[in-house]
């Protein structure tokens, strides 16, 4: 079976940096498109980014220069080094898998999350 398991959440002050990853089970992520969502309590699910099969990424105007997405395929994981954190930050990160190697593609495996608290 395919499973996601994420992990690095932790509790940090702002301007603090994490590094997430998100470890894939069952499959081979080169050959699909990763991406990364955050939900905060309260707030709508937001796409935060993605990387595709062939290097290509993608970045929510919220974290554009502040957050990179890489992957290290014979680890089978996905990274999101986040830097220069702040409070607004703070929510339950989780990585997708999509159904292609395309991140336009609809996503179909998910991981159970890991949280990420930023105190001011």
């Known amino acids: 079976q395919v499973q996601l398991v994420e992990s690095g959440g932790n509790s940090v002050e702002s301007g603090g940096s994490l590094r997430l990853s998100c470890m894939g089970f069952?499959?081979?992520?080169?050959?699909?498109?990763i991406s990364w969502f955050r939900q905060a309590p309260g707030k709508e699910r937001e796409k935060v980014s993605c990387?595709?099969?062939?290097?290509?990424?993608t970045y929510a105007d919220s974290v554009k220069g502040r957050f990179t997405i890489s992957r290290d395929n014979a680890k089978n994981k996905v990274y999101l080094q986040m830097d220069n954190l702040q409070p607004e930050d703070s929510a339950i990160y989780y990585c997708?898998?999509?159904?292609?190697?395309?991140?336009?593609?609809?996503?179909?495996?998910w991981g159970l999350g890991t949280q990420v608290t930023v105190s001011a």
């Open positions: 997708a898998s999509h159904m292609t190697a395309a991140c336009s593609s609809a996503n179909e495996y």
């Open positions: 990387s595709d099969d062939a290097g290509g990424t």
């Open positions: 069952g499959f081979i992520p080169d050959l699909y498109a």
